[in-house]
């Protein structure tokens, strides 16, 4: 499984790269398109990165949960239930789950509790880290491309990738650099390295 989870992110890496290499060949070539719509491309880029960042930390948690210590079960919900206010379970919320396994019954629930996670910030992925014992020092040197790959996305998703002030009644579009972009690749592959090494 884990080899399966390197190549899905290798794969989504993939796809971030050809699009950066799209923006340079529009950059160079028939001159149909301006430099804002290929850096248009360069965005799209990172919000991918992003989903790839977050596809393979749902992943890897997967993969780990065995780990999971009983105060972290705590914040998994029963499959089917949500945080809603329920504060206990009774038998009747087990009932309809009698024909499975108590493993694939966890399995489950752990797959509906990632897929409402999100890591839209570095303590998120701090508390990642620490959630599945590996050691959160070892990716110092990957924070600050992180942090900043993660803002921009943020800025990109929910501003458009405008530049947001209370002066401005058009805000200004943000530039984007193709090395720019292409560090934050290279940076979330050493990343995902350093994880896969470490679980």
Not at 160 to 187: C, F, G, K, M, Q
Request: net charge negative; with cysteine; aromatic share 8%.
């Amino acid at each position: 499984m884990k080899e399966s989870i390197q190549n899905t992110f290798i794969a989504n890496l993939q796809r971030s790269r050809d699009l950066t290499h799209l923006h340079l060949s529009l950059l160079t070539g028939q001159g149909q398109y301006s430099s804002i719509y290929s850096e248009d491309i360069l965005r799209a880029a990172i919000v991918l990165l992003h989903a790839s960042l977050e596809e393979l930390l749902r992943s890897i948690y997967k993969y780990k949960y065995s780990c999971i210590t009983e105060d972290q079960w705590k914040n998994i919900c029963l499959l089917g239930l949500n945080k809603t206010g329920q504060t206990k379970i009774t038998l009747a919320d087990i009932i309809k789950y009698k024909e499975k396994t108590v493993e694939s019954l966890l399995k489950e629930s752990i797959d509906d509790y990632l897929s409402r996670k999100t890591y839209n910030n570095i303590q998120d992925i701090v508390e990642f880290c620490k959630e599945l014992g590996i050691n959160s020092t070892l990716i110092d040197g990957n924070k600050t491309l992180l942090i900043e790959m993660i803002e921009r996305r943020h800025k990109i998703a929910h501003n458009a990738d405008r530049e947001i002030s209370r002066d401005a009644t058009t805000p200004d579009l943000l530039t984007i650099e193709y090395s720019r972009v292409v560090l934050y690749i290279d940076n979330l592959e050493n990343f995902s390295r350093i994880l896969l090494d470490n679980i």
